[in-house]
C-alpha cells in the first residue's frame, strides 16, 4: 500500500493542505511517527514536536497494546484488558515501567526546552499507522485538555473498529486507508524499518 513512511507522509501531507500558513503544531507519537511528522511540518510550514504516550503490554504478548498511558500519568484500557491477563497489580507495574519510559525520551528528546504548548493551536497528531489505537486515544485525550484550537487525528493505516474509537476524540480524523484486513501496521509498508531513539533526537534538533 504504501513503498514507506516518506511517501505516506507526503500522501498525508497532502490531505492536509488546508492548514498550510495556518501555522499548525505537529506532534509526532515516537517513534515512528517522528519522520513522518518532519516531511508534514515542513509541507505545511508548521512547527514539530513530540507527543509522549506508552503502550501498556499484555502479560507475556508484549507486542499487544492492552491499553495506554500519557506523560501526565492519565491511563487508557482496553475493554478487553483483564481478559489478556491485565490484572490491577500487573497494570500498575506496566505503568510504573512505561512511565519510566517515558521520562527518559522527554529528557532524552527535548533536553534543552519543555514541550511545546498545543493551546489554542491547530494540532496534528501523527503516526505511522493505528492498531488497537491505544496510544492515538492517549495523546489526543491529554491533549484535549490543553485546549487546543483544533485537534487532528492522521495516520496513513488503521482498521476501521479503531477509527471508530478515535473518532469522538478529535475534530478531525485523515485517514488514507483502512482495511478490514489488519493484522499490523508494518503489512501496509514495503519498507517498514526500526526509527531509533539517535534519529529521532536528530530530527528535533534540525526542527
Not at 496534528?124 to 485538555?145: E, P, Q
Not at 501496509?188 to 526542527?207: G, H, K, M, S, W
Request: net charge negative; proline share 7%.
Amino acid at each position: 500500500m504504501f513503498q514507506d513512511r516518506d511517501e505516506a507522509a507526503h500522501r498525508l501531507a497532502d490531505q492536509l493542505k488546508a492548514y498550510r500558513g495556518k501555522h499548525p503544531l505537529i506532534l509526532a507519537i515516537p517513534r515512528g511517527g517522528v519522520p513522518m511528522a518532519k516531511i508534514i511540518a515542513d509541507q505545511l510550514a508548521g512547527e514539530l514536536d513530540v507527543v509522549l504516550v506508552r503502550k501498556l503490554r499484555a502479560p507475556q504478548q508484549p507486542e499487544l497494546a492492552i491499553g495506554s498511558v500519557d506523560e501526565s500519568g492519565w491511563t487508557y484500557l482496553a475493554d478487553d484488558a483483564r481478559a489478556y491477563g491485565g490484572s490491577a497489580d500487573y497494570i500498575e507495574a506496566e505503568k510504573r515501567d512505561q512511565m519510566a519510559t517515558i521520562r527518559q525520551r522527554r529528557a532524552q528528546y527535548t533536553p534543552i526546552r519543555p514541550p511545546i504548548s498545543p493551546a489554542g493551536r491547530i494540532v496534528i497528531v501523527i503516526d505511522d499507522g493505528l492498531a488497537t489505537g491505544a496510544t492515538m486515544i492517549s495523546a489526543l485525550h491529554g491533549l484535549r485538555t490543553m485546549k487546543p484550537a483544533k485537534l487532528i487525528c492522521a495516520v496513513p493505516v488503521a482498521p476501521p473498529d479503531t477509527l471508530v474509537k478515535v473518532v469522538d476524540l478529535a475534530d478531525e480524523v485523515v485517514c488514507l486507508e483502512a482495511p478490514d484486513f489488519f493484522q499490523a501496521v508494518g503489512q501496509f509498508y514495503r519498507d517498514f524499518p526500526q526509527v531509533d531513539d539517535d534519529e529521532v533526537i536528530n530530527i528535533l534538533r534540525q526542527a
